[in-house]
């Protein structure tokens, strides 16, 4: 069973800085393209980052700048660190096994001002 479990979040100063991990099991993760999206209430999910299984990084728009996505193939486990937080920053954060349907469960970001 795919499973994908983020920790990491909670509440941080406007200007802050938070990093969020993903923990995977029940796939071949180092073939596995991940990332990283955060959905606000009331919007669309975003994509933020990704990164494939040999550590190619692509960034969107959204936070580009501000944040880094990395792996430890080993650990089974992606990242996100994020700096500079903003209060319009503040979401749900989820990652996701890229291109499929396994995402996990979120983790929540609240930036303070």
């Known amino acids: 069973q795919v499973r994908l479990v983020e920790s990491g979040g909670g509440l941080v100063q406007s200007g802050g800085s938070l990093r969020l991990s993903c923990a995977v099991s029940g796939v071949a993760f180092d073939i596995c393209t991940m990332a990283w999206y955060r959905q606000v209430a009331g919007n669309q999910r975003e994509l933020i980052a990704q990164i494939t299984g040999d550590g190619l990084t692509t960034y969107t728009d959204s936070m580009k700048g501000r944040v880094t996505i990395s792996r430890d193939n080993a650990k089974k486990t992606v990242y996100l660190e994020m700096n500079n937080l903003k209060p319009a920053d503040a979401a749900v954060y989820y990652c996701?096994?890229?291109?499929?349907?396994?995402w996990g469960q979120g983790t929540q970001v609240t930036v303070s001002s």
């Open positions: 996701r096994w890229f291109s499929t349907d396994w």
